[in-house]
């Protein structure tokens, strides 16, 4: 044990007098840095200005006078997404995600608002984050920090001097580990704790979620450790460990995510906007309309509800039930074809699981996003909200003129004490337990990396002690 940790001690000393390590560390760190700045910066103008505008809305909206309730309802109010205090360690895809939809009777309109569009400068910054930093500039750093910690040792003849001396191939694996992978926890340690600190500044944080969050981290972190140091132990100088490790860096943090992702686009193809839009009109026509073709039938319908045989006659507002009609046949069109819509970018994140049998990379992504409530299902989870509390607003509205428009229907006007009433959309994203539901494979899919990783890493220590008898 004391020469296990002797070894560990001078590998650890030899990187910190390593110049290319520590330039590398340093510039490792104050990108982390500099993109948490970033991201708390887009992060916190984004709050201040859902607050305004939610203010503004409200505002707008009990101020807007005696009105029938129908009109109301596609005067309108906005529903706009929160973004959480994690966000700021993952952006995830909230800068191509809409932020707002808004809630008008009859019609599910699409979430708009997309950050990007803001810009004034056209860069991948929405990329630009802490996670960004984990997931490419850390895999490379530890490829440079593993490449020669075990070839470096061939090459100056110390090897054979270790091995001799008492400790065993496996034991001088572990120890090569253990030195590699305290250093890649040190700085990605030092990068995570920054990061915890801006999101707890930049509003409340489940302790719980970010402690998940950092394990994935530190899951992957320790797979990257364990490969690299396996392509030490089988390359025959630190210049050819390092060309390898490069490579596979291209291929499984650069190549595999973007191929994946061409890979589940092609396999589960969504509609353009257009073909989406024309089917939901070809569907809304297909259905009785209760103020056209169906009105008749509806109006049968009504009067039978009612015990009348004129529509005169009904102690309720025939046209207030009218529009809660078309809003019941309408729901059902787009629950249908949204429910296709969600299904098809379900089925392309099961393909893009499949990437993750080449690289780790992809799991953890879905694994990052997802706890920072930055990915695609929280992002339908606002937008199922959204709709659902638009629905209640619309039924809200129509029962008020149901009740009190019986004989004048859209001549009766409400006044400001129904739009108090009405209540702002607060959205409630994902619950943890929820979350995770969503993400055991791809945390088995992580753990079987590692597995087979640190498995790989120790049944090299029997190549190394055969090659250097």
Avoid: C
Wanted: aromatic share 8%; proline share 4%.
């Amino acid at each position: 044990m004391n020469i296990l940790a002797a070894i560990i001690a001078k590998d650890v000393r030899e990187l910190r007098r390593d110049r290319r390590v520590v330039v590398m560390a340093l510039l490792v760190l104050a990108l982390g840095m500099t993109a948490l700045a970033t991201s708390f910066v887009r992060i916190s103008a984004h709050e201040a200005d859902r607050a305004a505008t939610i203010a503004a809305d409200r505002e707008t909206w009990e101020g807007q006078g005696a009105r029938n309730p129908h009109s109301a309802a596609h005067f309108s109010k906005w529903a706009f997404k929160p973004l959480t205090a994690e966000a700021v360690l993952d952006p995830g895809i909230a800068a191509y995600a809409g932020s707002a939809v808004w809630m008008e009777a009859h019609n599910r309109n699409p979430a708009v608002a997309r950050p990007i569009d803001d810009q004034t400068v056209i860069l991948p910054s929405g990329d630009f984050s802490l996670a960004w930093v984990l997931q490419v500039l850390m895999p490379l750093l530890v490829a440079v920090i593993a490449a020669s910690s075990v070839a470096r040792e061939r090459e100056r003849g110390t090897l054979r001097l270790m091995l001799a001396s008492g400790v065993s191939a496996a034991g001088l694996v572990r120890a090569k580990l253990a030195s590699v992978g305290a250093v890649t926890l040190l700085l990605g340690g030092a990068i995570s704790v920054i990061g915890a600190a801006a999101a707890a500044k930049a509003g409340p944080i489940d302790p719980a979620r970010l402690a998940v969050w950092l394990l994935a981290y530190g899951v992957f972190l320790a797979i990257v450790v364990a490969v690299a140091v396996a392509v030490s132990l089988r390359a025959r100088s630190s210049g050819q460990a390092l060309m390898v490790l490069a490579g596979l860096w291209l291929f499984a943090i650069i190549l595999i995510p973007r191929a994946g992702a061409s890979v589940a686009e092609y396999a589960a193809p969504a509609p353009t906007s257009e073909r989406f839009w024309a089917d939901v009109a070809a569907a809304k026509a297909a259905y009785p309309n209760p103020f056209d073709a169906g009105m008749e039938a509806f109006g049968a319908k009504v009067m039978a509800q009612y015990g009348v045989t004129r529509l005169e006659d009904l102690p309720v507002s025939f046209g207030g039930l009218q529009l809660e009609e078309d809003e019941r046949l309408g729901n059902q069109v787009y629950d249908a074809q949204f429910g296709a819509l969600f299904g098809v970018y379900e089925r392309q994140r099961g393909w893009l699981r499949w990437a993750s049998l080449a690289s780790p990379l992809p799991a953890l992504q879905n694994i990052s996003m997802a706890l920072s409530g930055t990915d695609m299902p929280h992002q339908i989870a606002f937008q199922q909200q959204a709709e659902a509390r638009r629905r209640a607003v619309v039924t809200q509205l129509n029962t008020d003129l149901i009740k009190n428009g019986a004989g004048k229907d859209f001549d009766y006007l409400a006044g400001p004490q129904l739009w108090a009433e009405v209540e702002d959309f607060a959205f409630a994203p994902p619950s943890l337990g929820a979350t995770l539901a969503g993400l055991w494979r791809e945390a088995l899919i992580l753990l079987g990396w590692l597995a087979v990783a640190v498995m790989v890493a120790l049944r090299s220590a029997r190549q190394l002690s055969g090659s250097e008898q």
